[in-house]
T-cell receptor, first 119, second 119 residues
Framework: NAGVMQNPRHLVRRRGQEARLRCSPMKGHSHVYWYRQLPEEGLKFMVYLQKENIIDESGMPKERFSAEFPKEGPSILRIQQVVRGDSAAYFC?????????????????FGPGTRLTVT | AQTVTQSQPEMSVQEAETVTLSCTYDTSESDYYLFWYKQPPSRQMILVIRQEAYKQQNATENRFSVNFQKAAKSFSLKISDSQLGDAAMYFCAYRTRSAGGTSYGKLTFGQGTILTVHP
C-alpha cells in the first residue's frame, strides 16, 4: 500500500512565477490536509479538503494561494506570483473517512514534502 | 484557538540513557488527541505516539511513553534507552476530537525540539 505521494520533491521558481504542488493521498483516503513549514519552525495548517470540497481554509493566505482536490486526480496546492517569503517545505497529509476503513480515522499520514525555493 | 508550546528548542542525551521532551498546550475543549511526531533529516513526518484525552492511562509504544497531565495541560515524551536513530526534530501536536466543527481534522503543532543523541 503506497504512502502519500508528493511531487515534485524540490521546486525552484523565480519571483512572480506560479508554483503547483501535487499530493496523491493513500488509497482509500478521502481527506487531504496541507501544511507549511518555514525554516526552523513547526508545521502550520493551511487547508483541509475532501473530494471536491474545501472544509477548512482558515490557514490559507487570502491572496495568491488556492487548493483543490478534484473527484479524479491528486490534490493541488497552487501559489501564484511567488515571493521569497513563500520559500518553505509544504507537506500534504491524508486520512480515511471519519468512520474509517483504511487505518485509524484520527491519524494523518504525511507525505515526504515539497521544498519550494523562490529565487 | 488551541496553542501548543514546546519550551525546549534543543535537548541532548547519551546513547542508552533516558530523555524527556516537554510540551504544554492550551485549549477550552475536553475531548481531543495529542501526538508526538518525529522529523528526521529526511523531513518525513513520522508518528511516534498518540494519546486520547479521555483516557487516563498514559500511552506507551516500546521505548516511547508519555506523561499526560490533563489538568495541567502537559504532555511530555519520554524516550528510554536512547538510540542514535532517535536523533531528530520532535513535534508535539493537538487535534480536536469533536466531529461537529470545521476545526476537526487540522493538527496544531508546537515549535519543535531538536534532539541530539551522543554515542
Amino acid at each position: 500500500n503506497a504512502g502519500v505521494m508528493q511531487n515534485p520533491r524540490h521546486l525552484v521558481r523565480r519571483r512572480g512565477q506560479e508554483a503547483r504542488l501535487r499530493c496523491s493521498p493513500m488509497k482509500g483516503h478521502s481527506h487531504v490536509y496541507w501544511y507549511r513549514q518555514l525554516p526552523e519552525e513547526g508545521l502550520k495548517f493551511m487547508v483541509y479538503l475532501q473530494k471536491e470540497n474545501i472544509i477548512d481554509e482558515s490557514g490559507m493566505p487570502k491572496e495568491r494561494f488556492s487548493a483543490e482536490f478534484p473527484k479524479e486526480g491528486p490534490s493541488i496546492l497552487r501559489i501564484q506570483q511567488v515571493v521569497r517569503g513563500d520559500s518553505a517545505a509544504y507537506f500534504c497529509a491524508s486520512s480515511p473517512p471519519r468512520q474509517g476503513l483504511a487505518g485509524s480515522s484520527y491519524e494523518q499520514y504525511f507525505g515526504p514534502g515539497t521544498r519550494l525555493t523562490v529565487t | 484557538a488551541q496553542t501548543v508550546t514546546q519550551s525546549q528548542p534543543e535537548m541532548s542525551v547519551q546513547e542508552a540513557e533516558t530523555v524527556t521532551l516537554s510540551c504544554t498546550y492550551d485549549t477550552s475543549e475536553s475531548d481531543y488527541y495529542l501526538f508526538w511526531y518525529k522529523q528526521p533529516p529526511s523531513r518525513q513526518m513520522i508518528l511516534v505516539i498518540r494519546q486520547e484525552a479521555y483516557k487516563q492511562q498514559n500511552a506507551t509504544e516500546n521505548r516511547f511513553s508519555v506523561n499526560f497531565q490533563k489538568a495541567a495541560k502537559s504532555f511530555s515524551l519520554k524516550i528510554s534507552d536512547s538510540q542514535l536513530g532517535d536523533a531528530a526534530m520532535y513535534f508535539c501536536a493537538y487535534r480536536t476530537r469533536s466531529a461537529g466543527g470545521t476545526s476537526y481534522g487540522k493538527l496544531t503543532f508546537g515549535q519543535g525540539t531538536i534532539l541530539t543523541v551522543h554515542p
